[in-house]
């Protein structure tokens, strides 16, 4: 968070800031499960971006941790090959491997072959690491989390000791559920100080997210705006036009409401609603989310809507529906969409709804922030053509675009008065040069450094299960589930939920 900060602020004079962090400590980064998708397509691409930035130390290496009988050469190999698809830039532009930083990172790769359940792969795992500090990334299925971590603390390979640092990151699903979420909280918390677990939100390495406290904080003139007297409402939106993919296996007993709300959409919705942390430091901010997540009023039924997608089309290729993609059970009553009416029971936002939706198969991909301000008085335009105040929005885009816009009117040029809504767009991309990411590159390097300000504390996870906790409970029953079809805005019933109150969402697709 250091750096959000820094940047944020050296842009008031508009010279383009040079952030220079310093380089992360030496140690080992073990991979658990580290022969599968996520470390080819994510973490290897952003230790390569945190090598070519010069942020990793001399001393550092990379062990992974597999049951699959590869050898070192083979994953350097198959590292190799996944770099050069997914080391992205921010544009568009091509981004070219450095092959000296690659040879000195990969020829930092070693493995060790093993069952996470047995003692002797950390066995193997205690003579490598010997004394040095250590990052334990468990990317792996949810129901080693426990196993892992009840292992390493009986291997001894938890304990911190001096200056030497032992620490673990957390991949989500955290839990399925708020009892099992705070039940495995309790078992890591056996063997581990809370100081030592990093829970992952990959949305908090997302650029804009982060950039929301910075806009908010930094700048004077919207916090006094910021509050019940002047916003009507907000929309959270995060769509994709993605299916269920491969993942059927996962997804049937997931659903949208476990794998997006109470991590990725309730950390958009703490960082646009929290109150100003006293400070930058990881538990002053965590502190204010969690806040705002427990004042969250209890969510009615008929405050939510489940939806799942029909048969359609994206981008004009027709596409299947849930049901119909393989692995589905074609009876299934799985969500791939959820919209919630959430009001948050405080000074600052009682009385302002917030409105968020996810879901697959929808009409773009687009996930943003739309603050909607009260209208201005009508009055002064009664006699005039003016029949209607153009409403005055600001949205942050999180993805697929990054940036700010706010939506106002202004006259149209001409002997009458006539308004027109106009749009005024500040684009991350065309401002910022920054280098290649993945988007992961924060969060790890933010764990090297012991900076904890973008990782989910106990509480904070326990906070986002406790708001989806009652649509869990209703979920069991087979009725109350909207079709949508694929490439759509989403189920009528979701439209009807902000009609109800005289409001409409804005569009998804273009
Ligand atoms: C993951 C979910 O956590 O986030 C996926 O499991 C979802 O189902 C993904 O597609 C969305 O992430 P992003 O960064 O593409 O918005």
Known sequence: MESIVASASSQIDDTRHENVPRRGPPGVFVIFGGGGDLTHRLLVPALYNLASAGLLDRHFSIIVVDRADVSAADLRQSFHKSLENFVTSRGTEAVSLHDDVWTRLSSSIDCVRGSFEEAATYDTLAGKIGSQNCIFYLAVAARFFGTIVDQLGVSGLAKESGKVFRRVIIEKPFGSDLASAIALNERLLRTLDESQIYRIDHYLGKETVQNILALRF?????????????????????????????????????????????????????????????????????????????????????????????????????????????????????????????????????????????????????????????????????????????????????????????????????????????????????????????????????????????????????????????????????????????????????????????????????
Request: proline share 6%.
């Open 218 to 510: 930094s700048n004077g003139f919207f916090e006094p705006l910021w509050n019940r007297d002047n916003i009507d409402h907000v929309q959270i939106t995060a769509a994709e036009t993605v299916g269920v993919e491969q993942r059927a296996r996962f997804y049937e007993s997931t659903g949208a409401v476990r794998d997006m709300v109470p991590n990725h959409v309730m950390q958009l919705l703490a960082m646009t609603a929290m109150e100003a942390p006293i400070s930058f430091d990881a538990d002053a901010v965590r502190d204010e989310k969690t806040k705002v997540l427990k004042a969250i009023h209890t969510v009615q039924h008929h405050d939510v809507v489940r939806g799942q997608y029909a048969a359609g089309s994206i981008k004009e290729q027709p596409v299947v529906g849930y049901r119909d993609e393989p692995g589905v059970d074609p009876h299934s009553h799985t969500e791939t969409y959820v919209a919630m009416k959430l009001m948050i029971d405080n000074w600052r936002w009682a009385g302002v709804p917030f409105y968020v939706r996810t879901g697959k198969r929808l009409a773009a991909r687009k996930t943003e922030i739309a603050v909607h301000f009260k209208s201005a008085p009508y009055a002064l335009f009664r006699d005039t053509p003016v029949d209607r105040l153009t409403p005055n929005i600001m949205l942050l885009h999180i993805q697929p675009t990054e940036g700010v816009t706010l939506q106002f009117s202004a006259k149209i040029p001409g002997p009458t008065v006539h308004l027109g809504g106009v749009r005024m767009k500040f684009d991350y991309s065309e401002w910022f040069h920054e280098g290649p990411s993945t988007g992961y590159e924060t969060l790890l390097y933010d764990c090297m450094i012991g900076d904890a300000t973008l990782f989910q504390r106990a509480d904070n996870i326990e906070a986002g299960w406790r708001v989806v906790q009652p649509v869990l409970e209703w979920m069991h029953a087979p009725a109350g589930l909207d079709f949508y079809a694929a490439g759509s805005e989403g189920p009528k019933a979701a439209d009807d939920l902000l009609a109800r109150d005289h409001r409409h969402w804005l569009k998804i697709g273009s």
